[in-house]
C-alpha cells in the first residue's frame, strides 16, 4: 500500500531547515582591517546634501538649497551643473544606469532604467547625463494605475526629480543605478503618484501652522515641516515553506492553515532573544539601509512568533516616506539571500497578530535660527507661553482629527488592513484619539473652567503641561488599543498597515492638520478683534475646542465591545470593511478639504478612490482564484488519497476478520470532505454573482461581505481536515512548521 507522499516536499523543507546557517556579512574595514563604524559609511551610496555641496560650485549649490527649503523651483542650469557633478560621482562608483524612482498609485515603487551610454557627434560611446534628464523623464505610464485621468490615448506622464529627497545608489547583483526620487505626474499636471499630493499636503500644513506660530508671538520661522518615523512590522519565514504556499506567493496571506497549539498565548516572543539567523539578517538589512542613509534605528522581536520590528529615526515626512519603501525594498531583498521571505502583509496568518506601520507624526519648526530650528510643535515645553502654543496646536489636531475621521480611516483602507483593524489586537476601525491619563485631565480641567479663574499663564502653571512627555515615557501610560495616540511628543498614527506607503495616510493626516489649523487660527483671530489679550484668547480657543472634540477622544479600551456601542452612541464612524471606507473619498466634504489646500482636485481625487476600489476587488479575486485552486488541487486531492489508503486498510481489517476502528475515521473525513465540496460551491456561487456585477463600488462590496464569508467558511472545513488527515499527506506546510523555525 503506498502511503502518503504529498508531504515530500514539506518534509525536505523541514530537514533543510536543520542545515540552515546564519550568512554573515562583510562590513567596511579601514587599513588595518577593524570594522569601521556606522557614522563612517553612512549614507556613502547617497548624493546628499554635504556631498552636493563638496561637489557642486558655491552659488550652484546656495541655488539648489534654496529649492530644496523653500520649495522653489530648479533652474535648468543649476539642474545641468548638478546632473553632471551626480553623474561624475555614480560613474565613480560603478553607476552604468540611472532611473527615475516613483510611487504609483500601487503602494510599492517603480523605476524605469536608462544607460548613462550614449554616442556623441563623432560617433563615439560617452557617458551622459543632463539636467533635463535630471529633473524630468517621461516613462511610458499606461500601465499604471491612474483611476481614469489618463486615458490611453495621452498615455504619456512624466518623472520628475523631488530635489528634498537626495538621489541613492541601488546596489543589486552585478548592477549598480543611480535613482533619482520622483514624482510622478501627467502632462496636465495631475498628481499620478503618492509623493505629489504629499508634498502638497505638507506645504499646506506650513503655510497655516507659519500663521499660527506668528499669532502666538513666534517670529523667524521659514517652515513647518511634518516629521515622521515609521515603525514597520513584518513576519519572517523560511523560503522553501514560502516556496510551498500558493497563497503565500499569490496574495501575501495564508488562506488556509490551523491553528497550532502555541502560538503567542506564552507571550515569550515580544523583545525576546532574537534568533541568530533572524539577527543576521537584520544586521545585512541595517548595513544596507545604512548605506542608502536610512537612519535605521531599533530592531526587536514583535508580540507574534518570528514577528518583528525595524523602526528608523524620524525624519520629514516626505524623505521618511521614501526610506519607508527603501526599507520594505531592502527587507526583501536581503530576505532572499538569507534563505527567508519576509511578509509585509497586515494578517499573513489568522488567529495570529497582525502586523502594523505605527506612524509617529508631529511637526517641527525650520528656522535659521539655531535655537529655533528643529522645534517640535508637540513638545509641551517648559514656559507657559510654549505650553499655551503646544494646546493650540494640539486642538488644531483634535478639530482636523475629529472633523475627518473617516477620511483618516479611507487613507488606511486596504484589502490587507480589513483582517486587522477591529481583528481585537489592533485598533479599531473607529478613529478616535488618545491623550493620556495626564493631558486628558488637564483638558477636562479646561473644559470645566477649573483654572477659569486664574490668568492664562497661571492656569498653565497650574495645569502643570510641561511634566508631559516625562510621564508620557512611562509605558504605563501607554494605550495600545488607539489607532491615534498621543506619546508625548509626538501623535502616533497606528492603524496604518504594515505593508501600506505612508504617503496617502500623512497625506490625509496633514490635511486634516490643516483644516483643523485654519478654524483655530480664524477663532484666535475672532477673539483677538474682540479685545481679548493674546494670551486669554489662545485659552478661550483651546477651551471652546476642547468641547467642540470632546467625542474624539477616548482613553478606554478599544477592542471592547463597549466602545463600539459607546462609539455609535457618539455618532463617530465605524467603517469596517474598505469599500465603505473609501466611501468617504466620494463625500463632498473630502473633496473641498483636498482641494481647498491644493491638495487634489476633485478629478485626483476621484482617482484616488477608483484606484484604490479598483486594488480591494483585484486583491480579493486573487485571493478567491487562488483559494480555489488550493482547495482543488491541493486540499481536495490530498483527501482523496488520505481516504482511499483508509478504505483499503479498513478493507484490509475486514478480510483478516478483525474490527476496524478507523472506519470511524473514515466516515468523519468523507462528511467533511461532503461539506468541503458545499462550501466550494457557495464560494464558486457568490464569487461569480460578485463578478457579474456591474459597477466597482457593488462588486467591491460584494467582494467584502458574501464572498469574504464564504471564503472564512470554507477555510473552516480545510482547516479542519489539516487536522485529522494523517501528517505524511498533507502538502501544505503548516503554521507550527512557518512560524517555528528557530
Ligand atoms: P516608542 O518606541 O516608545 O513609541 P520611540 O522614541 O522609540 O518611541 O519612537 C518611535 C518612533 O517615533 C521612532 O521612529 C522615532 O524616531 C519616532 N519619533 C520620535 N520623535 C518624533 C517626532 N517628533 N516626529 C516624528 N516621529 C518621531
Ligand atoms: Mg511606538
New binding site residues.
Given amino acids: 500500500m503506498s502511503l502518503g507522499t504529498g508531504a515530500k516536499a514539506r518534509f525536505e523543507s523541514i530537514r533543510d531547515l536543520q542545515s540552515r546557517t546564519s550568512r554573515k556579512i562583510d562590513p567596511p574595514r579601514d587599513e588595518d582591517g577593524k570594522r569601521l563604524p556606522v557614522s563612517e559609511f553612512f549614507g556613502v551610496n547617497t548624493f546628499d546634501i554635504s556631498l552636493m555641496k563638496e561637489k557642486l560650485p558655491k552659488e550652484v549649490f546656495q541655488k539648489l538649497r534654496q529649492t530644496i527649503d523653500l520649495g522653489k523651483k530648479l533652474d535648468s542650469d543649476v539642474a545641468n551643473t548638478v546632473a553632471n557633478a551626480a553623474k561624475e560621482w555614480a560613474l565613480a562608483k560603478g553607476c552604468t544606469h540611472f532611473c527615475h524612482w516613483f510611487q504609483p498609485q500601487t503602494g510599492s515603487t517603480a523605476e524605469k532604467h536608462d544607460a548613462f551610454l550614449t554616442f556623441d557627434d563623432h560617433g563615439q560611446p560617452v557617458e551622459k547625463f543632463s539636467g533635463a534628464q535630471l529633473i524630468q523623464s517621461e516613462p511610458d505610464a499606461s500601465s499604471f494605475p491612474s483611476g481614469g485621468m489618463r486615458t490611453t490615448f495621452e498615455a504619456r506622464g512624466y518623472t520628475a526629480w523631488d530635489p528634498s529627497s537626495p538621489m541613492f545608489i541601488m546596489e543589486s547583483v552585478g548592477a549598480k543605478t543611480l535613482c533619482i526620487p520622483s514624482v510622478f505626474i501627467s502632462y496636465h499636471g495631475d498628481a499620478l503618484d503618492e509623493k505629489t499630493g504629499l508634498l502638497r499636503s505638507m506645504e499646506a500644513v506650513s503655510k497655516i501652522a507659519c500663521e499660527l506660530l506668528s499669532l502666538t508671538g513666534l517670529t523667524g520661522v521659514n517652515r513647518v515641516v511634518p516629521?515622521?518615523?515609521?515603525?514597520q512590522e513584518y513576519f519572517l519565514i523560511d523560503r522553501s515553506f514560502y516556496a510551498l504556499r500558493p497563497d503565500l506567493i499569490m496574495t501575501g496571506r495564508t488562506l488556509l492553515g490551523g491553528q497550532p497549539p502555541k502560538g503567542q498565548q506564552l507571550e515569550d516572543h515580544y523583545f525576546g532573544a532574537i534568533p541568530t539567523r533572524a539577527l543576521a539578517f537584520m544586521s545585512e538589512v541595517d548595513h544596507e539601509l545604512f548605506k542608502l542613509g536610512v537612519p535605521s534605528?531599533?530592531r526587536h522581536n514583535e508580540v507574534a512568533p518570528n514577528q518583528f520590528e525595524i523602526?528608523?529615526?524620524?525624519e520629514e515626512a516626505n524623505v521618511s516616506t521614501d526610506h519607508n519603501q527603501l526599507t520594505m525594498e531592502v527587507l526583501r531583498k536581503v530576505a532572499q539571500r538569507h534563505g527567508f521571505a519576509v511578509l509585509l502583509h497586515e494578517k499573513p496568518f489568522a488567529g495570529v497578530n497582525g502586523s502594523g506601520k505605527?506612524n509617529?507624526?508631529?511637526l517641527?519648526v525650520t528656522a535659521s535660527g539655531e535655537d529655533l530650528n528643529g522645534m517640535?510643535l508637540?513638545?509641551p515645553g517648559k514656559t507657559p507661553h510654549q505650553n499655551l502654543r503646544f494646546l493650540l496646536v494640539l486642538s488644531s489636531i483634535l478639530k482636523g482629527v475629529y472633523k475627518h475621521s473617516g477620511l483618516l480611516r479611507a487613507a488606511i483602507a486596504s484589502s490587507g488592513n480589513d483582517h486587522r483593524l477591529g481583528a481585537n489586537e489592533a485598533p479599531p476601525a473607529i478613529m478616535s484619539v488618545f491623550l493620556g491619563s495626564m493631558l486628558n485631565q488637564i483638558l477636562n480641567e479646561i473644559d470645566k473652567g477649573t483654572v477659569a479663574d486664574k490668568s492664562a499663564e497661571q492656569a498653565v502653571i497650574k495645569l502643570g503641561v510641561s511634566q508631559i512627555p516625562e510621564v508620557a515615557?512611562d509605558?504605563t501610560d501607554?494605550n495600545r488599543t488607539s489607532p491615534f495616540a498621543f506619546?508625548g511628543?509626538?501623535f502616533?498614527f497606528r492603524a496604518v498597515g504594515s505593508s501600506a506607503s505612508t504617503a496617502f495616510p500623512i497625506t490625509v493626516l496633514n490635511a486634516a492638520v490643516a483644516e483643523g489649523m485654519t478654524e483655530v487660527v480664524a477663532m484666535l483671530k475672532e477673539t483677538i478683534k474682540a479685545g481679548k489679550k493674546n494670551e486669554e484668547a489662545i485659552m478661550d480657543v483651546v477651551k471652546k475646542v476642547v468641547r467642540e472634540t470632546e467625542k474624539v477622544r477616548f482613553e478606554g479600551n478599544g477592542y471592547s465591545e463597549d466602545w463600539v456601542k459607546e462609539a455609535a452612541r457618539r455618532g463617530l464612524p465605524n467603517l469596517r470593511k474598505t469599500p465603505e471606507a473609501l466611501a468617504m473619498l466620494s463625500e463632498p466634504k473630502a473633496t473641498e478639504l483636498f482641494s481647498k489646500f491644493g491638495i487634489f482636485s476633485s478629478a485626483e481625487v476621484h482617482s484616488r478612490l477608483h484606484v484604490r476600489l479598483e486594488r480591494y476587488v483585484k486583491n480579493l479575486q486573487i485571493e478567491v482564484e487562488t483559494l480555489r485552486s488550493m482547495i482543488d488541487t491541493q486540499v481536495l486531492p490530498t483527501c482523496y488519497a488520505y481516504s482511499g489508503d483508509l478504505a483499503m486498510s479498513v478493507r484490509a481489517n475486514a478480510d483478516a476478520g478483525v474490527p476496524a476502528p478507523q472506519k470511524e475515521t473514515l466516515v468523519k473525513l468523507n462528511t467533511l470532505i461532503a461539506t468541503l465540496h458545499a462550501k466550494r460551491k457557495e464560494l464558486e456561487t457568490v464569487h461569480q454573482k460578485a463578478e457579474s456585477t456591474a459597477g466597482e463600488e457593488e462588486k467591491a462590496k460584494l467582494y467584502a461581505g458574501d464572498v469574504s464569508t464564504a471564503m472564512t467558511d470554507v477555510r473552516a472545513v480545510c482547516d479542519e481536515l489539516e487536522s485529522m488527515v494523517g501528517d505524511d499527506y498533507w502538502p501544505l506546510p503548516k503554521y507550527r512548521e512557518m512560524l517555528f523555525f528557530a
Fill in positions: 516629521t515622521l518615523g515609521a515603525e534605528k531599533t523602526a528608523p529615526i524620524f505605527h509617529n507624526w508631529s517641527a517640535n508637540l513638545d515615557k509605558n501607554r506619546t511628543n509626538k502616533e
